[in-house]
């Protein structure tokens, strides 16, 4: 017997595909506020669906792990990513269900785990890495052509990460790690003596931008990123260098100097050099970053770059934003609502939530 979920799905796709009613909206999809990659108990992989009170509206299988997703802007569809070397990237129905189309990354490229589309939902963007230049690349694929792959743009470093678009522009930012790997060693790191990790700006496959870190950070990877209501850019970094680091965060804008935050020396040694994920709020005034290695979710001050509040969650990593509130996740199946230090509302899950939530 099918299930309730599957049984509207099936009644949901009839009717679309019959032409008996409108486009379908996030709402047909149960109104998810974010998506997230995770691993069931009984070991399959799962896209899922969260809603703004924390229960599951629907999951949605994957044919391997997970990283991140990209919500298509005006419609229930969705693109999950491999993690990190992979060569796949699923788009799904998330009314119905259904896969739309499958990317397969090109001869000589891998996949990083992100994407992001237009402002117009007509593209999506993908960060990759050709391999055997070692240089990173944006594949470029038209959505109302099933996903082709019509052109790739130098990503502008080395190792390009997460991607992000600017809020109501088509400007694209990317978190190039600078850290150089080849499908035959896995995820093997093969370059961190001459690591230059930094973000740079893309308009219509040209650079507009290039933000560097001081070079006593070199080793200090961009890896993920988080959009302020005014253009700024949050990021978060991972360190791979020898001893301590000062710094695992920085805030940017184009046309002006990073601007990295700070913490007393023994709260940014306790996120053990990782940060798995990185969000403003609402108001961008808090920046939120967490560390699963550290099991910690910190909070800084935007405009004066301090930190402000630390607290303990085990194996926390993604954090989003929806309607004010800060939300987080665990690789232990928990989702909670913060409000700064203080948690509104918590759900435990049989999930084993992957790095990142993703608000639509």
Same mark, same amino acid.
């Not at 693109?79 to 269900?97: E, L």
């Not at 992100?114 to 993908?126: I, K, M, N, P, Q």
């Not at 944006?138 to 470093?157: L, N």
């Not at 308009?203 to 005014?230: F, Q, T, W």
């Given at each position: 017997?099918?299930?309730?979920?599957?049984?509207?799905?099936?009644?949901?796709?009839?009717?679309?595909?019959?032409?008996?009613?409108?486009?379908?909206?996030?709402?047909?999809?149960?109104?998810?506020?974010?998506?997230?990659?995770?691993?069931?108990?009984?070991?399959?992989?799962?896209?899922?669906?969260?809603?703004?009170?924390?229960?599951?509206?629907?999951?949605?299988?994957?044919?391997?792990?997970?990283?991140?997703?990209?919500?298509?802007?005006?419609?229930?569809?969705?693109?999950?990513?491999?993690?990190?070397?992979?060569?796949?990237?699923?788009?799904?129905?998330?009314?119905?269900?259904?896969?739309?189309?499958?990317?397969?990354?090109?001869?000589?490229?891998?996949?990083?785990?992100?994407?992001?589309?237009?402002?117009?939902?007509? %593209? $999506?963007?993908?960060?990759?890495? *050709?391999?055997?230049?070692?240089? @990173?690349?944006? &594949?470029?694929?038209?959505?109302? #052509?099933?996903?082709?792959?019509?052109?790739?743009?130098?990503?502008?470093?080395?190792?390009?990460?997460?991607?992000?678009?600017?809020?109501?522009?088509?400007?694209?930012?990317?978190?190039?790690?600078?850290?150089?790997?080849?499908?035959?060693?896995?995820?093997?790191?093969?370059?961190?003596?001459?690591?230059?990790?930094?973000?740079?700006?893309?308009?219509?496959?040209?650079?507009?931008?290039?933000?560097?870190?001081?070079?006593?950070?070199?080793?200090?990877?961009?890896?993920?990123?988080?959009?302020?209501?005014?253009?700024?850019?949050?990021?978060?970094?991972?360190?791979?260098?020898?001893?301590?680091?000062?710094?695992?965060?920085?805030?940017?804008?184009?046309?002006?100097?990073?601007? %990295? $935050?700070?913490?007393?020396?023994? *709260?940014?040694?306790?996120?053990? @050099?990782?940060? &798995?994920?990185?969000?403003?709020? #609402?108001?961008?005034?808090?920046?939120?970053?967490?560390?699963?290695?550290?099991?910690?979710?910190?909070?800084?001050?935007?405009?004066?770059?301090?930190?402000?509040?630390?607290?303990?969650?085990?194996?926390?990593?993604?954090?989003?934003?929806?309607?004010?509130?800060?939300?987080?996740?665990?690789?232990?199946?928990?989702?909670?609502?913060?409000?700064?230090?203080?948690?509104?509302?918590?759900?435990?899950?049989?999930?084993?939530?992957?790095?990142?939530?993703?608000?639509?």
């Amino acid at each position: 017997m099918a299930t309730p979920i599957a049984g509207r799905r099936q009644f949901l796709g009839g009717l679309l595909a019959a032409g008996l009613m409108p486009k379908p909206t996030w709402a047909d999809a149960g109104s998810p506020a974010f998506l997230s990659a995770a691993a069931k108990s009984d070991g399959n992989y799962v896209l899922c669906g969260i809603g703004a009170d924390l229960s599951v509206r629907f999951e949605l299988p994957l044919p391997a792990r997970g990283h991140a997703a990209a919500a298509h802007p005006t419609r229930p569809e969705a693109v999950a990513f491999a993690r990190r070397p992979g060569t796949f990237a699923v788009v799904i129905d998330c009314v119905t269900g259904a896969q739309k189309a499958m990317l397969t990354a090109v001869d000589g490229r891998h996949f990083y785990g992100h994407g992001a589309f237009s402002s117009d939902g007509s %593209l $999506l963007f993908t960060t990759e890495n *050709d391999y055997e230049l070692g240089q @990173g690349r944006i &594949g470029v694929w038209d959505v109302a #052509a099933g996903y082709k792959r019509i052109d790739e743009w130098a990503s502008g470093g080395v190792g390009p990460h997460d991607i992000k678009r600017l809020p109501n522009t088509d400007t694209l930012v990317i978190a190039n790690g600078g850290i150089d790997t080849h499908p035959d060693t896995g995820r093997i790191k093969l370059n961190i003596p001459t690591m230059a990790p930094n973000l740079t700006y893309i308009e219509e496959g040209a650079v507009i931008d290039i933000a560097d870190l001081p070079a006593v950070l070199h080793k200090n990877s961009i890896r993920h990123l988080a959009l302020g209501p005014d253009g700024q850019v949050a990021f978060g970094m991972q360190w791979q260098g020898d001893g301590p680091v000062e710094t695992l965060a920085g805030i940017h804008q184009i046309g002006t100097p990073v601007r %990295l $935050l700070s913490a007393p020396a023994d *709260d940014v040694r306790d996120m053990d @050099g990782y940060v &798995g994920s990185i969000a403003f709020t #609402a108001d961008g005034q808090t920046v939120a970053i967490t560390s699963p290695r550290g099991g910690l979710l910190q909070l800084y001050d935007a405009q004066t770059g301090h930190m402000t509040q630390s607290v303990a969650m085990p194996d926390v990593c993604g954090v989003a934003t929806h309607q004010g509130t800060l939300t987080v996740s665990s690789g232990t199946g928990a989702l909670r609502q913060m409000q700064g230090s203080e948690q509104s509302l918590a759900q435990q899950t049989n999930m084993q939530w992957d790095n990142h939530l993703i608000p639509i």
